[in-house]
């Protein structure tokens, strides 16, 4: 199959900077933590792809993986803080949260061995044993199945990250079973992210891929360079730029065609 055809989603992994200050209820640190992560992105939602940076303008929310109720030590643990939509971070993510609770004793060793401290602030922006465990415990807790970001989680059975990968064919996004050995618990685990973000669901899904390969065929075969609504979309030009004018056009009437009666009408 061309390689086109399936797009694999990333973890994201931010750059700090070491002589910058990030933090979340700081003004100035939060707005740099805001740009190290959409930089991260390109400008788009952690969970589900859709663009949140328009126009140079942000409409993105900071998003805690481990949800800062949890423990007030969160709330400033920089690789604890990832960038969603509004939507993701408000609703999808939030299901069930109250079920996920961690336990009291998790939650005490983490505030005793992190190396962030409140008072003195001292910058955390690579992820403390102490953080990397209490993440582990969470991905283990029942409503949990969150492929948290940034930087991704490492299936427990494979220690591989799990990851997703987006079928153009069939527009649909799917665990990413061909490049890693993941257990089926695992591939369970990914399932429950997609239904999750409502990433297959009629309602939410993607169109802008399809509006892409429906954009090339009416140029035949040239891209349009734009800012585009969501992060596979891309990917996709970015990979299709190294095609000529004549094989874009071929790929894109072909996606067209087997995708045209889910986005057509
Ligand atoms: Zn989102
Ligand atoms: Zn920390």
Not at 17 to 35: D, H, I, S
Not at 42 to 57: A, N, P, T
């Amino acid at each position: 199959m061309d390689d086109l055809l399936l797009i694999q989603l990333p973890a994201f992994q931010p750059h700090y900077k070491r002589w910058k200050k990030y933090g979340y209820k700081n003004p100035k640190e939060k707005e740099n933590l805001q740009k190290v992560l959409w930089e991260s992105t390109g400008g788009y939602c952690m969970y589900c792809y859709s663009r949140v940076l328009v126009d140079r303008k942000l409409f993105g929310n900071l998003e805690h993986a481990i949800e800062k109720s949890n423990s007030k030590k969160l709330t400033e643990c920089i690789p604890n803080i990832g960038l969603a939509c509004s939507i993701c971070n408000q609703s999808f993510k939030r299901r069930a949260e109250h079920v996920r609770k961690l336990p009291e004793d998790v939650l005490t060793e983490y505030e005793t061995n992190s190396r962030c401290t409140l008072e003195k602030r001292k910058q955390c922006t690579v992820p403390c044993k102490a953080l990397k465990k209490v993440r582990r415990c969470y991905s283990q807790l029942p409503g949990a199945q969150i492929i948290l970001q940034p930087m991704g989680v490492n299936g427990w059975d494979s220690g591989e990250p799990l990851a997703l990968q987006f079928d153009v064919l069939s527009m649909c996004f799917q665990p990413a079973v061909s490049g890693h050995s993941y257990s089926e618990q695992e591939i369970q685990y990914i399932e429950e992210h997609i239904r999750r973000f409502h990433l297959n669901d009629p309602k939410y899904r993607t169109k802008s891929l399809f509006e892409f390969v429906k954009q090339v065929i009416d140029h035949h075969g040239i891209l349009s360079n734009y800012e585009y609504n969501n992060w596979l979309v891309e990917q996709f030009a970015k990979m299709l730029s190294d095609r000529s004018q004549e094989e874009a056009l071929k790929l894109c009437e072909a996606i067209y065609c087997s995708t045209f009666l889910k986005f057509g009408n």
